[in-house]
């Protein structure tokens, strides 16, 4: 299982660092597209979404993306200089606020899902599910690819760490169980060793860059975090519909969803975050 797992881990990170690094935009934003699709699908499954309810819970979920596709490619290929800087002020400001009603979902409907178990099984919640869990993910991590790329190598590296950090620890220190109700494979000594691998990758960076140790400890902390708490509500959804995997595309891991779960609360509220620090900082200068 383990050789398959690294394997499979090779492959999709092969693909990704492919499309990541080449010149052409173009590549990388298909990539997310495809993605995106794929994690609608599984999703969809793990709610049982049928019929009517389910073209509803389409519509929701791409829309949103495919109007943010629409206008980037009329900006990059249409528009003169003037009008592409309005464009990426409206697409900013569109992330943002898709960033916020990501925030409001993590932080308030999804702990009183997992506290009293309703809202994710009402057909009226459900078929916006797409458009909470995976639509900002989507939107956010394009959005910065085409800002500046390099910054998303950040959280990314945080997430592959806290997830290679806490399977390692938990499966040779592991006692504890972190949510035993909801995913008993998930540890506290496990968790541990996901916040202590971003621990030290963030002072790796701040003596390479020469940046606030504090603040990149502060983020390495928040989105260790935050790709637990996006991995255990994922288990909880996928314990409601009595499923192990959200699919298997994936030999070893399962679906993408397995793999990505951690990105769809960290990514749109990191970049929450950042915007909002960049602005106090902004604020300041004046």
Same mark, same amino acid.
């Given at each position: 299982m383990l050789k398959k797992r690294i394997l499979s881990a090779i492959v999709l990170l092969s693909i990704f660092l492919a499309s990541f690094f080449l010149q052409n935009p173009t590549y990388f934003l298909l990539l997310v597209f495809i993605v995106s699709?794929?994690?609608?699908?599984?999703?969809?499954?793990?709610?049982?979404?049928?019929?009517?309810?389910?073209?509803?819970?389409?519509?929701?979920s791409a829309a949103p993306i495919i109007f943010f596709y629409f206008i980037v490619i009329v900006n990059i290929n249409f528009l003169d200089e003037s009008n592409q800087y309005l464009i990426k002020v409206f697409l900013t400001n569109f992330s943002i606020i898709i960033s916020f009603i990501s925030a409001i979902f993590w932080l308030i409907i999804v702990p009183l899902d997992i506290l009293y178990g309703k809202i994710s099984s009402n057909i009226k919640f459900q078929i916006f599910y797409g458009y909470f869990l995976v639509t900002p993910m989507a939107i956010v991590t394009s959005l910065v690819f085409l800002q500046n790329k390099n910054l998303l190598l950040i959280p990314f590296m945080m997430i592959w760490l806290a997830d290679i950090?806490?399977?390692?620890?938990?499966?040779?220190?592991?006692?504890?169980?972190? #949510? !035993?109700?909801?995913?008993? *494979?998930?540890? =506290?000594? &496990?968790?541990? /060793?996901?916040?202590?691998?971003?621990?030290? $990758?963030?002072?790796?960076?701040?003596?390479?860059?020469?940046?606030?140790?504090?603040?990149?400890?502060?983020?390495?902390?928040?989105?260790?975090?935050l790709?637990?708490?996006?991995?255990?509500?994922?288990?909880?959804?996928?314990?409601? #519909? !009595?499923?192990?995997?959200? *699919?298997?595309? =994936?030999? &070893?891991?399962? /679906?993408?969803?397995?793999?990505?779960?951690? $990105?769809?609360?960290?990514?749109?509220?990191?970049?929450?975050?950042?915007?909002?620090?960049?602005?106090?900082?902004?604020?300041?200068?004046?």
């Open positions: 699709g794929i994690l609608f699908y599984e999703l969809g499954k793990i709610l049982k979404l049928k019929g009517l309810s389910l073209i509803i819970y389409w519509i929701f950090g806490a399977y390692f620890v938990g499966k040779n220190f592991g006692k504890n169980k972190l #949510a !035993k109700n909801i995913s008993p *494979g998930k540890t =506290i000594e &496990g968790a541990v /060793g996901g916040f202590l691998a971003n621990i030290l $990758f963030a002072f790796v960076l701040s003596q390479l860059y020469v940046e606030d140790f504090g603040f990149l400890f502060f983020f390495a902390v928040l989105v260790t975090a790709s637990i708490f996006g991995d255990i509500y994922q288990s909880f959804l996928k314990r409601r #519909a !009595k499923i192990k995997d959200s *699919g298997v595309i =994936i030999p &070893g891991h399962g /679906g993408l969803l397995d793999r990505l779960d951690s $990105f769809c609360p960290t990514l749109p509220l990191s970049y929450l975050l950042f915007m909002a620090l960049n602005t106090y900082l902004t604020l300041q200068l004046i």
